[in-house]
């Protein structure tokens, strides 16, 4: 697989982590069907493995966002930009502490977003929990599975 066909799995991946913050986008059939592409054109052991894992997880992801709470995101607070800055916080932390560092920094950017717009830390914080009782919960369930799909292709095509 060519360098543009390499980078343009890596840009539907991106648009798939982002379309898991976004209600509506199908974020995780989108890195799904990027990993697919790839899988198609490489056609090695590496690859096939990694497409039947990352079946597995998405599946498994489904079904668990599917038994949390549903709950609607607007009754909760949960806005675009709330969602922007958890899933800039989400990444930065899982670049900072690979896999791990997700939640953290979901956590994290649901704060600041939130400090920012009430402007003390009690406030802030209870804003964060109430935002992650209502729909954040699901959201970051989706965006670690997402994630973890992303890393591994990317480990695989840089190590692989």
Do not use: K
């Not at 980078?7 to 648009?15: E, K, N």
């Not at 059939?29 to 697919?36: H, I, N, P, S």
């Not at 939640?103 to 649901?110: M, N, Q, S, T, Y």
């Amino acid at each position: 697989m060519g360098v543009w066909q390499l980078l343009l799995v890596g840009l539907v991946m991106v648009l798939g982590v982002v379309g898991a913050l976004l209600p509506g986008v199908p974020g995780r059939w989108l890195v799904w069907a990027a990993l697919l592409w790839w899988s198609l054109h490489e056609r090695t052991g590496l690859a096939w493995v990694l497409l039947v894992a990352a079946t597995a997880l998405l599946l498994v992801d489904q079904v668990v966002v599917w038994l949390l709470p549903s709950r609607r995101a607007r009754g909760t607070g949960m806005s675009r930009r709330i969602a922007l800055w958890a899933g800039l916080g989400s990444v930065a932390g899982f670049l900072l502490l690979p896999v791990v560092g997700a939640v953290p920094g979901f956590l994290g950017g649901i704060y600041l977003a939130e400090r920012r717009r009430l402007g003390g830390h009690g406030e802030a914080v209870a804003s964060t929990r109430a935002v992650m009782r209502g729909a954040g919960t699901g959201a970051l369930v989706e965006l670690l599975a997402c994630l973890l799909v992303a890393g591994a292709w990317l480990g695989a095509v840089v190590w692989g």
